[in-house]
T-cell receptor, first 109, second 114 residues
Framework: GIQVEQSPPDLILQEGANSTLRCNFSDSVNNLQWFHQNPWGQLINLFY???GTKQNGRLSATTVATERYSLLYISSSQTTDSGVYFCAVGTMDDYKLSFGAGTTVTVRA | EAGVAQSPRYKIIEKRQSVAFWCNPI?????LYWYQQILGQGPKLLIQFQNNGVVDDSQLPKDRFSAERLKGVDSTLKIQPAKLEDSAVYLC????????????FGNGTRLTVT
């Protein structure tokens, strides 16, 4: 099956800082989603972004499908941005949406 | 719009006992997923339904796990008998169509097997 690698595994930020999270995948995808899992365990869908660029407030994401990677940008980070960010991908050959191991983000006040 | 509903929120059982989890997806969502998330890992797909048919159950331990989605709406995931390694959070998710739309998760059921 498709391999999903996220980097870095851990990230510590000072409030107000910007950061970039990366997701690399091993095959062509037609489905890519970013999720935030808050400290209480709730998984929130941030972006459905199989290609191109999207922005939602302080968050934006870019997927370059031909080069098999996606980036999630967090600007002006806040303590509420803390948690684990997951990238999940799927292909037409395999209906499964496979998750990466996640990037744990800690934003300090 | 109401989100994905799951119950119970927490469950503690002894090994070899049975347990069942319930999920009600977002109204109109044809695709329903059950994921298992072990502490410190990403969610792992157990089973995926399209309406009331199974699309993928390749990672479901069928000797002890079973799932059904009656009438293409609610779903139940059962474990019988439970093992210690089944301790995890069981997440239900739904999407409008398979693969081509965002996944929305419920709050999950935290299972502890002692």
């Amino acid at each position: 099956g498709i391999q999903v690698e996220q980097s870095p595994p851990d990230l510590i930020l000072q409030e107000g800082a910007n950061s970039t999270l990366r997701c690399n995948f091993s095959d062509s995808v037609n489905n890519l989603q970013w999720f935030h899992q808050n400290p209480w365990g709730q998984l929130i869908n941030l972006f459905y972004i199989p290609s191109g660029t999207k922005q939602n407030g302080r968050l934006s994401a870019t997927t370059v499908a031909t080069e098999r990677y996606s980036l999630l940008y967090i600007s002006s980070s806040q303590t509420t941005d803390s948690g684990v960010y997951f990238c999940a991908v799927g292909t037409m050959d395999d209906y499964k949406l496979s998750f990466g191991a996640g990037t744990t983000v800690t934003v300090r006040a | 719009e109401a989100g994905v509903a799951q119950s119970p929120r927490y469950k503690i059982i002894e090994k070899r006992q049975s347990v069942a989890f319930w999920c009600n997806p977002i109204s109109g969502h044809a695709t329903l997923y059950w994921y298992q998330q072990i502490l410190g890992q990403g969610p792992k797909l157990l089973i995926q339904f399209q309406n009331n048919g199974v699309v993928d159950d390749s990672q479901l331990p069928k000797d002890r796990f079973s799932a059904e989605r009656l009438k293409g709406v609610d779903s139940t995931l059962k474990i019988q008998p439970a093992k210690l390694e089944d301790s995890a959070v069981y997440l239900c998710a739904s999407s409008l169509v398979v693969l081509a739309s965002p996944l929305h998760f419920g709050n999950g059921t935290r299972l502890t097997v002692t």
